[in-house]
RNA sequence: GGAGGAGUGGCAGAGUGGUCUAAUGCACCGGUUUCGAAAACCGGCAUGGGGUAACCCAUCGUGAGUUCGAAUCUCACCUCCUCCGCCA
């Protein structure tokens, strides 16, 4: 959510960052309705402290200036009961336009329709990339060496299910604790949190309204969370934080769960697209500046990429374009590991920031220096998501006899250097 | 699943229908004192909204209600605590 003062100053900037990120949005519908709300404000507000006087006076007032008083009175409160329905009608409408407000995406995000605009900016690794003449899908390796079963998924989990199997359930486990040891050293807190959540923690990170379909839905009202960034950020909701305490930097363990609504023809097979996987996320909170933004932001995409390169899995990174941003983010990279099979680098990472738009949703607040509310700024990226990396791992280091070769920085966690028939 | 209790500013905590403009303490900020610090003392200090300003309005878990007037009374919901039951 944006600031309402900064929409009202800055309408020509929203309307251009909403036209960036291709969104629909009408400012000028928003901007009448704050006009309108504002001026039912004024009078609700005067009616009231009017109400309030006279409250104030009835009892040391005598008797027959008490009655003189609720009878002067009457009108009044008919009056103010029915401004004030007026003003809660409005603020609803205000409420509704006010979190489809996107958030501006900065100057560097290039233009762009769809994830086919992005731009790449870092290739590493291409040396790693699988040279066999015909590459194996990761599909068909894992069946051949026992390490998935999708017909069984399929079988007990419907579209998209899968197994992991023998090596293939240790392999994931082992790229769980490497990258738990991996990402530690770099400061974080390690949390298990849940992915079964309120409503609320959508609406504050963003998902809802506009993402809603894309989530499972309890008989209860509540969601299952696509990502552990959800349950993070609600975390702190509603607390004020110690400035001295910042940057907050938090590692996620969760189920993720995603309905992939609008992609059923994609990806139909294999590890790439299921409705529910794991992943260790990066959830930070930082002052409120566009620089400690930018650098954590930076620091955060590193922090995966470096993971990567200690797997010497090849991948690049880019930046997404305005149309493949979502509502409340500013900036995003997307890292993609080579995937042999497809001859294609598929998505295995994201990382954005948000300045306050998701805090302010969330009211995630910290007293600055001089002793003033600032909402705090808000990041995260995928520290490693599985199964996903499985098939890139397993496609460029498959060997021509049909085995595959383990990482050297696994094998500790693997206990083995190959796997093979 | 059953019974009982509780939710108040950054934190702790008083307040059970009208001087609540929410006591008090801690924390925090400024000052006095000091070579400097600690302690002590003095002063300041909730958040959000509207207004050029004076000032006004809202907020005591959330939402509805009763009342001229609600932190306080009623109802529903949420959360936490204690006990009983069941269970990994």
């Given at each position: 959510?944006?600031?309402?003062?900064?929409?009202?100053?800055?309408?020509?900037?929203?309307?251009?960052?909403?036209?960036?990120?291709?969104?629909?949005?009408?400012?000028?519908?928003?901007?009448?309705?704050?006009?309108?709300?504002?001026?039912?404000?004024?009078?609700?507000?005067?009616?009231?402290?009017?109400?309030?006087?006279?409250?104030?006076?009835?009892?040391?007032?005598?008797?027959?200036?008490?009655?003189?008083?609720?009878?002067?009175?009457?009108?009044?409160?008919?009056?103010?009961?029915?401004?004030?329905?007026?003003?809660?009608?409005?603020?609803?409408?205000?409420?509704?336009?006010?979190?489809?407000?996107?958030?501006?995406?900065?100057?560097?995000?290039?233009?762009?329709?769809?994830?086919?605009?992005?731009?790449?900016?870092?290739?590493?690794?291409?040396?790693?990339?699988?040279?066999?003449?015909?590459?194996?899908?990761?599909?068909?390796?894992?069946?051949?060496?026992?390490?998935?079963?999708?017909?069984?998924?399929?079988?007990?989990?419907?579209?998209?299910?899968?197994?992991?199997?023998?090596?293939?359930?240790?392999?994931?486990?082992?790229?769980?604790?490497?990258?738990?040891?991996?990402?530690?050293?770099?400061?974080?807190?390690?949390?298990?949190?849940p992915s079964l959540v309120r409503r609320v923690n959508f609406l504050g990170t963003?998902?809802i309204?506009?993402?809603?379909?894309?989530l499972?839905k309890t008989?209860d009202g509540d969601f299952l969370a696509?990502?552990?960034?959800v349950a993070?950020?609600g975390?702190?909701m509603?607390?004020?934080?110690?400035?001295?305490?910042?940057?907050?930097?938090?590692?996620?363990?969760?189920?993720?769960?995603?309905?992939?609504?609008?992609?059923?023809?994609?990806?139909?097979?294999?590890?790439?697209?299921?409705?529910?996987?794991?992943?260790?996320?990066?959830?930070?909170?930082?002052?409120?500046?566009?620089?400690?933004?930018?650098?954590?932001?930076?620091?955060?995409?590193?922090?995966?990429?470096?993971?990567?390169?200690?797997?010497?899995?090849?991948?690049?990174?880019?930046?997404?374009?305005?149309?493949?941003?979502?509502?409340?983010?500013?900036?995003?990279?997307?890292?993609?590991?080579?995937?042999?099979?497809?001859?294609?680098?598929?998505?295995?990472?994201?990382?954005?920031?948000?300045?306050?738009?998701?805090?302010?949703?969330l009211?995630?607040?910290?007293?600055?220096?001089?002793?003033?509310?600032?909402?705090?700024?808000?990041?995260?990226?995928?520290?490693?998501?599985?199964?996903?990396?499985?098939?890139?791992?397993?496609?460029?280091?498959?060997?021509?006899?049909?085995?595959?070769?383990?990482?050297?920085?696994?094998?500790?966690?693997?206990?083995?250097?190959?796997?093979?028939?």
């Amino acid at each position: 959510m944006l600031d309402i003062k900064f929409i009202r100053e800055n309408k020509d900037a929203v309307l251009a960052g909403a036209k960036k990120k291709h969104l629909e949005v009408d400012i000028d519908k928003l901007l009448q309705i704050d006009e309108k709300r504002r001026a039912l404000m004024a009078k609700t507000e005067s009616l009231r402290a009017m109400q309030n006087d006279a409250s104030k006076k009835i009892p040391s007032a005598s008797p027959e200036e008490k009655a003189k008083l609720l009878e002067q009175m009457k009108p009044l409160k008919e009056e103010f009961q029915a401004k004030e329905k007026e003003l809660q009608e409005v603020e609803h409408e205000w409420q509704l336009l006010m979190v489809q407000v996107p958030n501006l995406p900065d100057h560097s995000v290039p233009d762009g329709d769809s994830d086919a605009d992005n731009q790449e900016v870092r290739r590493w690794g291409d040396e790693y990339k699988a040279q066999l003449a015909t590459p194996r899908s990761h599909i068909d390796i894992m069946q051949t060496l026992g390490m998935a079963d999708f017909e069984r998924g399929a079988k007990v989990a419907g579209f998209r299910g899968y197994f992991l199997k023998g090596d293939g359930a240790l392999l994931n486990f082992a790229i769980w604790r490497y990258a738990q040891d991996f990402f530690l050293k770099k400061g974080f807190v390690p949390m298990v949190v849940p992915s079964l959540v309120r409503r609320v923690n959508f609406l504050g990170t963003g998902y809802i309204p506009q993402g809603e379909e894309d989530l499972y839905k309890t008989q209860d009202g509540d969601f299952l969370a696509g990502t552990a960034e959800v349950a993070t950020m609600g975390y702190h909701m509603n607390e004020v934080l110690e400035a001295k305490e910042l940057p907050i930097k938090y590692l996620s363990f969760s189920p993720c769960f995603r309905r992939e609504a609008g992609s059923h023809s994609k990806d139909v097979k294999g590890l790439i697209r299921v409705h529910e996987f794991y992943k260790w996320e990066q959830v930070v909170l930082c002052e409120a500046s566009h620089e400690e933004s930018v650098k954590l932001h930076e620091w955060l995409n590193g922090n995966t990429e470096e993971f990567i390169q200690t797997l010497k899995i090849p991948y690049h990174t880019v930046v997404n374009c305005g149309g493949d941003l979502g509502l409340g983010q500013v900036k995003k990279y997307d890292i993609e590991l080579w995937v042999p099979g497809e001859q294609k680098y598929r998505e295995i990472s994201s990382a954005s920031y948000f300045h306050d738009f998701q805090t302010r949703r969330l009211n995630i607040r910290y007293r600055d220096a001089q002793g003033a509310m600032q909402y705090a700024h808000s990041l995260n990226s995928t520290a490693i998501p599985t199964p996903r990396i499985l098939v890139s791992l397993i496609e460029n280091y498959q060997q021509e006899d049909g085995s595959i070769v383990i990482p050297e920085a696994l094998r500790p966690y693997f206990g083995k250097d190959k796997i093979s028939k």
